[in-house]
């Protein structure tokens, strides 16, 4: 990957000009890598420097390490300089860097965004309700780079769409598009379960919007058919439409009733070419109970094998927002028309971007843990497939363009490079992998407490946050220390001391390991 700043002057009269190569998409490393940036001097002049690296990390908080380099590079070549930093800590850091020569004819700056991330949990039951969206549909990213990343984020399944309107572009044709191909044998290359959209209009029916004739019912689910019959043995999972109800590609408003019958036109269809096949209905944005049960009124419940909705409540907590307290409403709805089905969460996350609705990286990474450990502590854990990826643009007053876990793939300084959610996801996939809830018998006001216990390492793991400020926490037990793991992976040993530890907890949420007898709050 090359990564030349957005700031680099383009006169024609600079004498030294530097490009960075780094070997590590977005510059995220991993505790097995070692930290490392290639340098690219070229030198358009007729004599020779002698310049100097001067360097500095810093976290959001304070400068980690600093250094120094020297070295020459001759008149009209180009040198290759390598920068290796030997670094601890994990999360996102700025590498900040001063070029320049003893006359001050050469003096370059920049800052260079990178991260350090655990290194990806191969296994684990839970994996499978760790999932990312990416958008490779709207031809955004690279399949090879965004997969990889999805990897290292520690998820078990990608979502993204596969458009009807592209599929079949001769009337009554369906091809599929290599595009389509490429992106799920790598997904599949790399272990990643895809989840396939079958959405929205096609040109040549009921006037390219969402359809409500018999002839758009018969050629949607020939579509349907065509994909899901390419891809048998290689994609099990498909949703049917996205966020019908509130008009994405459905621009005329046709109601529940009519996507009811789209269900039941395409799921047996479906079913009869692929037995196998797990079809998801619903896929409604927020939680919509009115939309949901008229669809269930119409007799929708038997054409799907689990319902999804996208519970956005940002700028509010998970908590805030009743995520859980939400599904357990249209659990109540279903058991009404027929029995509990699974809900999917195939939508939810948090913008970061400057303005109404906006949070900052910190909350954000926040908020990702707390939803994924209040899902795994639930009676019902669900897939959740974080929406999305990368961010989709890089106007930091734009909504829509600051959902990502990392940052845009184009037009960055460093292309993918990590937000703190990414590096939180990638944790909490670690932690949490192998996992199995425990019961806390015990409540408190304003602490959050979950418990589960480690399959792998026979082992608990505590997560704590506080729901309103900072809190002094008392741990008492008999073990003689305990592992304390921040949100960013950085792990500290906590010493005991008559049996007790106290720590602060506060809205971020933090990881601890060992046997815990008791909780206090002081």
Known sequence: MIITDKNINEDKQELVKLKLESVKIGNIFTTNDPISFKFIFDN????????????????????????????????????????????????????????????????????????????????????????????????????ESDLELVTIAGAGRTRDE??????????????????????????????????????????????????????????????????????IGRVNYFEIWNEWN??????????????????????????????????????????????????????????????????????????????????????????????????????IGWPTHEGEFGISETMAACYLVQTYVLNLSSKFPSPIFWYDLQNDGVNEQEKEDNFGLLRCWTNEVVPYAAKKSYVAYNVMANKLANVESVPINQSYSNLRVYKFYDVDSNNNIFVLWSSNGKQKVRLKTKEGSLKLTDILGNEKFLKVTDGIIDVISEEIPFYIEGIIDDIQIM
């Open 44 to 143: 358009f002049s007729d004599i020779s420097y002698d310049l100097k690296i001067i360097y500095d990390v810093f976290n959001d908080k304070k400068r980690l390490i600093n250094g120094k380099l020297n070295f020459r590079i001759e008149p009209k070549t180009t040198k290759h300089q390598f920068l290796e930093i030997s670094l601890e800590s994990n999360g996102c850091f700025i590498l900040k860097v001063s070029i320049s020569n003893d006359e001050k004819s050469i003096n370059i700056q920049r800052d260079i965004p990178f991260s350090r991330v655990l290194s990806p949990v191969k296994e684990g039951k839970n994996k499978e309700l760790f999932g990312v969206c990416t958008h490779f549909a709207q031809q955004k990213g690279d399949i």
């Open 162 to 231: 596969m458009y009807w309107s592209l599929s079949e572009q001769r009337k009554g044709i369906v091809e599929i598009p290599i595009e389509w191909d490429r992106w799920v044998d790598k997904a599949v290359e790399k272990k990643l379960k895809p989840l396939v959209i079958l959405d929205y209009g096609n040109q040549f029916y009921d006037d390219g919007d969402a359809p409500y004739t018999l002839n758009g019912f018969e050629a949607f689910t020939k579509y349907a058919i065509s994909i899901v019959k390419h891809f």
């Open 246 to 347: 509130i008009g994405y590609g459905n621009t005329k408003g046709q109601p529940p009733e009519v996507y009811s019958e789209l269900l039941k036109n395409v799921y047996p269809a479906i079913k009869n070419v692929n037995p196998q096949a797990f079809i998801i209905g619903g896929v409604v944005a927020r939680i919509d109970l009115e939309w949901i049960r008229k669809i269930l009124e119409k007799g929708s419940h038997n054409y799907f094998d689990a319902l999804s909705v996208h519970p956005y409540c940002y700028p509010a907590n998970p908590e805030e927002g009743h995520f859980l307290q939400n599904l357990d409403l249209i659990r109540d709805l279903m058991i009404r028309y027929g029995g509990v089905k699974p809900i999917w969460i195939s939508e």
